[in-house]
Nanobody, 123 residues
């Protein structure tokens, strides 16, 4: 059974940095495209970043330059480095996996999801 487990969220000050981690099990991680999404209270889930099976990355315009997605296939882990945090980054951050490797920003293309990790930024 596939499991994605996120960690690294917390309560931080505006301008701080965080690194979120997502450890995957039960799937061929190295062949999977991975993504990060977030959902703020009262809003729809939105795409944040994605990384292909061979490391090609893509970001939402709202986070470009501040967020960095990376992966370690040996550790079955995908990371999201978040710098210069803003109050509007406050959300639950979800890791998602697409074992077919499709490089997509659409949540519907991702078959598996983690439980989410809360990031709260105080200004």
């Amino acid at each position: 059974q596939v499991q994605l487990v996120e960690s690294g969220g917390g309560l931080v000050q505006a301008g701080d940095s965080l690194r979120l981690s997502c450890v995957a099990s039960g799937l061929t991680f190295s062949r999977s495209a991975m993504g990060w999404f977030r959902q703020a209270s009262g809003k729809e889930r939105e795409f944040v970043a994605r990384i292909s099976r061979n490391g090609i990355t893509y970001y939402a315009n709202s986070v470009k330059g501040r967020f960095t997605i990376s992966r370690d296939n040996g550790e079955n882990t995908v990371y999201l480095q978040i710098n210069s945090l803003k109050a509007e980054d406050t959300a639950v951050y979800y890791c998602a996996a697409d074992p077919s490797g499709v490089f997509s920003t659409e949540a519907s293309h991702y078959a598996y999801w983690g439980q989410g990790t809360q990031v709260t930024v105080s200004s």
